[in-house]
């Protein structure tokens, strides 16, 4: 049963990374415009791109559109493309969106340092600086979701507000089969998927793939806490996940009640952190709902989070 359940869900990933490159068509879901038109292989190009020097890391990143700047963090094993080609295009309309590739992902080359959350959040506390950005919204996706709770606890002076799709704060906030799973993926399960196939078109050695699988599952196969720190953050946070997650709704729900959550807004007022948890959706399909997630995520980005008066 356990192998019937670690094989399934790495065929997951594999299909999530084959269908987080698209957007979903009009047979499930309507796209707009600019999903479309990423689609049809017209996607907006950066407006920068390059090469950050960060802690002995060379970080590919982009930046696209103009207004307040939010920094997209993806998943595991996934880079720019992969995660963002149809999220970018809706995102830029009206805000500066960076994006960047983490340590050993994309163009992001491998270095000898241990692969860690709190690594890679101060990486991406140092490409801000290099990009002379003194604060910013923080968007993280699962893996990056950690990398962003981190940033967070590590440099919350560069924070401006949180969002959280589908990531944790302790290890054992994923359901106990999912947490299992991790120990017991190899590179094997990757064999032919996109994931593999990008990380031999970027110049890296083919041999070192089960490395590389190996090195970003470690974070994930030894325990981690951070929910003292994490619910002493000051910033707003909005945390989303799906109904049918590999995030447990607990977890979820205790971050939400620390953040002011748990009481009537009709009474108390509304807590400036919200917390969504969307029907129909599944871990890997948080990318292929961002339809929906997008304007929640522009909503909270964009009030002034002041607590709302009691009605009664």
Request: aromatic share 8%; charged share 20%.
């Amino acid at each position: 049963m356990k192998k019937h359940i670690i094989i399934n869900l790495s065929i997951a990933i594999v299909v999530a990374v084959m269908a987080s490159c698209q957007p979903r068509n009009k047979d499930t879901q309507a796209v707009s415009t600019e999903q479309k038109e990423t689609a049809n292989n017209q996607p907006i190009q950066p407006a920068d791109s390059g090469y950050a020097d960060v802690n002995g890391l060379k970080m590919y990143y982009e930046v696209y559109g103009e207004g307040k700047p939010i920094v997209l963090l993806h998943g595991s094993f996934m880079n720019i493309p992969l995660n963002w080609s149809h999220i970018i295009p809706v995102f830029a309309k009206n805000r500066k969106i960076i994006v960047a590739e983490m340590q050993g992902h994309g163009r992001t080359k491998d270095i000898p340092r241990e692969f860690s959350y709190e690594n890679m959040a101060d990486d991406v506390s140092g490409l801000l600086k290099h990009l002379k950005i003194d604060s910013a919204d923080i968007l993280g996706y699962s893996m990056g979701g950690g990398v962003a709770f981190q940033f967070a606890v590590r440099h919350p002076e560069q924070l401006r507000r949180l969002v959280i799709l589908s990531g944790t704060y302790k290890h054992d906030g994923w359901w106990p089969d999912v947490e299992a799973s991790f120990a017991t993926m190899n590179a094997d399960m990757f064999k032919g998927s996109p994931i593999e196939k990008q990380y031999d078109s970027l110049g890296n050695d083919p041999k070192n793939f089960p490395a590389y699988v190996k090195k970003v599952l470690s974070i994930d196969v030894k325990p981690y806490d951070w929910s003292k720190e994490v619910k002493n953050i000051k910033a707003p946070v909005f945390i989303a996940i799906g109904d049918a997650d590999g995030v447990q709704y607990e977890h979820a729900l205790e971050l939400f009640r620390a953040k002011g959550g748990g009481k009537m807004g009709d009474i108390h007022g509304l807590p400036k952190s919200r917390l969504a948890i969307i029907p129909g959706t599944t871990h890997i399909g948080m990318m292929q709902h961002m339809d929906w997630i997008i304007p929640m995520v522009n909503d909270f980005l964009d009030s002034d989070l002041k607590p709302t008066p009691p009605t009664f």
